[in-house]
């Protein structure tokens, strides 16, 4: 199976915390791939640096085989049209209304007439849902219409790589079950790549293909849904029974308890 | 030894800060500017920045122009001068108080709501979502607003001082009894096209550029949480301010100072 984007011996630090220590990853082109982990380990700063946003301190991140941390601004701005990406807070412009939001990659980068733009917006619009929330701004919107307005958008130039960032955090069950559908059934539909970055894990086991689990710096666990239920890391168990405790320990490193409470006395 | 560990590392950050805007600013301004897409997008901004800036600048123009009418002709008339009122509030505004004034008022008015502005933007993943799309947010979103304010600020500037002077008008001429041809013709004759109006003009037209500059720097370099939005919009009025004073008398002295 060909690789869209092959990460390879990746090691990332900032503010002099190493994030990830020589990790590897590949996505295969035209799957779902999940990457989860718990909070706070980075994995928005993964799709970052997938995305030419960050640069890695070592190791090399390859989009179709070609280097993205050493790629020119003009050819990295080109490459980005291959791909989007969903933010968490889906980051639609708040001063433009829905239709304009979706609107604006086809005007930045096509000289499409305003009739085509008018069809295609449309067009994705109605893929979300969302033909009748056309008019509205996204201060309008609930969360979960904002994030499927994003997706329209995020769909619009038809790029092969889409990235979603934490896609469910924060939804309601219905908007969280719309979202699923609509990522599944646009990886069938488009043909596109997708990566997931989540830590919701049984949504996760319904659309993802094959999932990576990071933790401590390093990928801690992979392989399909099926591997990844029957692994027998105990990390990973703990990671999707969400125990309390065990390998990630539920006290934040600290001094002995003696020492803090009897601090002065000791 | 310790404040010299912490002298350095300050003067260290401020450099760096230095350095950071002055990209930013390259970015936007120098590298390959793109005048279809710009000129829209500038034009909304003038509207924005500008005219809704309108009504604190005719307010405090005209108010600022009666109270010097007020002050001058207490201590002309004693020396039977009340005849030179129309130069004095004309020369004050068009030197100093119209572009200082207009530009600390600029500064509280424009230049915090473009820091809020681009730091929500940042906040909420505006700009990182451009940068995603292939749009470089330096001449989407900070050029136009720079290029706004160097546009509008000027402008205001000297509609500040316009109705300045007839605020000056109003109350010298209207309720004091200044004769009105002195008021007018001997302004005229004082007030120099190149030494006053143009050397005003160039001050207002620094002051804009700086406060522009430090309001989308502060704004594009917050940290973007509530917290770091606030610092950077209060950043920017302090910053603007004090350096809008302290230019004005470096400027100051080179148009006037050295004759």
């Not at chain 1, 939001?101 to 005007?107: E, Q, T, V």
């Not at chain 1, 599944?184 to 488009?190: Q, R, S």
């Not at chain 2, 620094?206 to 502060?218: E, Q, Y």
């Amino acid at each position: 199976m060909e690789n869209l984007i092959e990460i390879s011996n990746l090691t990332f630090s900032r503010g002099g915390r190493i994030i990830y220590d020589d990790i590897s990853l590949q996505i295969q082109k035209g799957k779902t791939t999940a990457i989860m982990g718990p909070s706070g380990i980075g994995k928005t700063t993964m799709l970052r640096l997938m995305g030419g946003q960050l640069i890695p301190d070592k190791g090399d991140i390859k989009f179709k085989g070609e280097s993205i941390p050493n790629m020119r601004r003009n050819r990295l701005f080109e490459v980005r049209r291959q791909m989007s990406m969903l933010f968490q807070s889906g980051a639609l412009f708040t001063d433009m209304s829905v239709f304009d939001n979706i609107a604006f990659p086809l005007r930045e980068h096509t000289k499409l007439s305003e009739s085509i733009i008018h069809t295609i917006v449309l067009l994705k619009l109605q893929a979300v849902g969302l033909r009748g929330a056309a008019d509205l701004m996204p201060a309008e919107l609930s969360g979960g219409m904002a994030r499927r307005a994003a997706l329209a958008r995020a769909i619009a130039l038809d790029p092969e790589l889409i990235m979603y960032d934490e896609p469910f955090a924060g939804q309601d069950p219905i908007s969280m079950g719309v979202l699923v559908k609509l990522i599944k059934a646009l990886n069938d539909a488009l043909q596109l790549t997708s990566v997931v970055v989540t830590h919701d894990v049984n949504e996760v086991l319904t659309i993802a293909d094959y999932i990576y689990i990071l933790a401590e710096k390093r990928v801690i666990g992979s392989g399909t849904p099926e591997q990844i239920k029957n692994s027998d890391s105990p990390l990973v168990q703990q990671f999707l029974q969400g125990k309390a405790d065990g390998p990630v320990p539920f006290h934040y490193p600290a001094n002995s308890t003696a020492q803090a409470f009897l601090g002065s006395a000791s | 030894m310790k404040w010299f560990i912490n002298l350095g590392a300050n003067t260290l950050n401020r450099l760096e800060m230095f350095g950071r805007a002055t990209f930013m600013l390259f970015g936007a301004i120098v590298a390959k500017p793109q005048p279809l897409k710009m000129i829209p997008l500038t034009i909304k901004q003038i509207h924005v920045v500008g005219v809704q800036s309108l009504l604190i600048i005719v307010v405090s123009g005209l108010f600022i122009g009666m109270v010097m009418a007020l002050q001058g002709y207490t201590i002309l008339v004693d020396y039977g001068a009340e005849g030179s009122l129309g130069p004095m509030v004309a020369l004050s505004l068009l030197r100093e108080l119209g572009p200082v004034v207009t530009a600390l008022l600029f500064a509280g008015r424009a230049g915090s709501a473009l820091t809020a502005e681009i730091g929500l933007m940042k906040a909420t993943e505006q700009l990182s979502s451009l940068e995603m799309m292939a749009v470089d947010p330096l001449r989407r979103v900070i050029a136009p607003r720079l290029w706004a304010g160097i546009i509008s600020m000027p402008m205001l500037a000297l509609i500040f001082s316009a109705v300045g002077i007839l605020g000056g008008h109003l109350v010298g001429v209207d309720w004091l009894g200044v004769d009105s041809g002195s008021y007018w013709s001997i302004m005229q004759a004082t007030v120099d096209w190149n030494k006053d109006v143009v050397n005003g003009i160039i001050k207002s037209i620094v002051f804009a550029f700086v406060i522009t500059w430090i309001a989308t720097f502060k704004g594009y370099d917050s940290i973007p949480t509530s917290e770091g939005i606030s610092k950077a919009t209060t950043e920017t009025v302090v910053f603007s301010s004090l350096a809008v004073l302290g230019l004005d008398f470096i400027l100051t002295a080179l148009m006037f100072g050295i004759e």
